[in-house]
């Protein structure tokens, strides 16, 4: 019996393309074999997926989309391991059409010299990413969940200082019970 081909269509940005590519095709190809599929990339930014993997289809699916909301590939590629996720927060649906909330609302999340990004990260044990209109977060999925909180808040509007108190107070609730 031969085993049924699966496809995902999606579009990444133009601009990342290159990134999801690689020198030489070096990403497009370990996307390829550790996820059992082929990828089809337009010079647009349209991608084809196909496997007979579902799960892996998925799993490739995901890292291109990671990819193309501005991670790194060799980060985009942990979603090879079986406990991590990638969520993305959309940022349109707090800040509207207003260019200028959405610019003071990357910056809170990121913060001076990338400062807040990092201390959630180092707090999560999440990898994060603030590109275009969206915020993405790639770990494990108690994790994810955390940071999401934590951007959430910021988002909201929350000091930073409150925001690294609850991280570290959860993150001694979640090590210590």
Known sequence: MESEEFSYELKIPQER??????????????IEITSKSTLD????????????????????????????????????LFL???????????????????????ERLKGRVIGKGGKSREEIERL??????????TIGIIG???????????VAMLLSGSMHKTVYQFLEKRKKEILFG
């Open 140 to 150: 494990e999925m108690m994790h994810v969940a955390l940071a999401r909180e934590a």
């Open 80 to 102: 090879l391991k079986t406990d991590y996720i990638f969520e993305i927060i959309d940022m349109k649906n707090i800040a509207g059409k207003n260019k200028n909330t959405m």
């Open 17 to 30: 393309v290159a990134v999801l590519i690689g020198t030489n095709g070096e990403t497009k190809k370990e």
């Open 41 to 76: 990339i337009s010079k647009d930014g349209d991608v084809t997926i196909a496997g007979s993997d579902a799960v892996m289809l998925y799993t490739a699916r995901e890292i291109v989309h990671a990819i193309g909301r501005g991670f790194n590939p060799k980060i985009a």
């Open 124 to 133: 999560t044990d999440t990898h994060i990413s603030v590109y275009g209109k």
